[in-house]
């Protein structure tokens, strides 16, 4: 069975300092992954994507970038942060070339820039 | 972009209660999805609806995928304290090969009162 793993689960960054949360997917190939924030307990916003290995999409312009140095990791990035950049950062995969095929999510990192 | 409308955003029942909550939407959709967020967890796939009309059920709970493909709702029947938690709607429109990005709802918070 696939599963999903994100780390760390918490953390608590000052604003200007450099950000690395890290994804991996196990048990499938070729994933489409995602990065979603989500504000308040609501609304996941979608950040970025990636259909294949180096390959990535960004839905929103912000402070955050993504990569996607292997098949099924995927790592959110920022050089410095700012305090808007708090909240909770979910990633996701599904099966490429499924139709439809849902998202399953991590466990979520929860971020706090002070 | 496209948004969708979830209600109702908060609901107060007590234990053994039927609930019911729906999605409208301005545009149409290929999925509609149903999940539940716990705190400080990712959200969880529910039920996955892939037909406009398609009746789906996963135990005690039941989602229909609207005939206008605009709408969908989810009824948890008999309610009982660990269906606590925030349930999110999402449209699914696949727009190129291998990305199924997703449209949130924005989410409905049920408590079970004592």
């Known amino acids: 069975s696939q599963t999903i793993h994100q780390w760390p689960a918490t953390l608590v960054q000052p604003v200007g300092s450099p950000l690395s949360l890290e994804c991996t997917v196990e048990?499938?190939?070729?994933?489409?992954l995602y990065w979603y924030r989500q504000a308040a307990g609501r609304g996941l916003q979608l950040l970025f994507y990636?259909?294949?290995?180096?390959?990535i999409s960004s839905e929103v312009p912000q402070n955050l970038s993504a990569s996607r140095p292997q098949d099924r990791q995927f790592i959110l990035s920022s050089k410095k942060l700012l305090l808007s950049d708090s909240g909770f950062y979910l990633c996701?995969?599904?099966?490429?070339?499924?139709?439809?095929?849902?998202?399953?999510f991590g466990n979520g990192t929860r971020l706090t820039v002070t | 972009g496209q948004q969708l409308n979830q209600s109702p955003q908060s609901m107060f029942i007590q234990e053994g209660e039927d609930v019911s909550m729906n999605c409208t939407s301005s545009?149409?959709?290929?999925?509609w999805l149903w999940y539940k967020q716990d705190p400080g967890e990712g959200p969880v796939l529910l039920i996955a609806?892939?037909?406009?009309?398609e009746l789906t059920s996963n135990g005690r709970l039941t989602a229909q995928f609207g005939i206008t493909r605009k709408d969908s709702f989810l009824n948890i029947s008999a309610s009982i304290p660990s269906d606590v938690g925030i349930y999110f709607c999402?449209?699914?429109?696949?727009?190129?090969?291998?990305?199924?990005?997703?449209?949130f709802g924005t989410g409905t918070r049920l408590t079970i009162i004592p």
């Open positions: 996701a995969w599904s099966k490429t070339g499924a139709y439809n095929s849902p998202l399953h």
């Open positions: 048990g499938t190939s070729n994933p489409n």
């Open positions: 990636s259909v294949g290995i180096g390959q």
């Open positions: 545009s149409i959709f290929n999925t």
């Open positions: 609806l892939y037909k406009a009309g």
């Open positions: 999402a449209g699914q429109l696949r727009a190129n090969f291998g990305n199924e990005k997703l449209t």
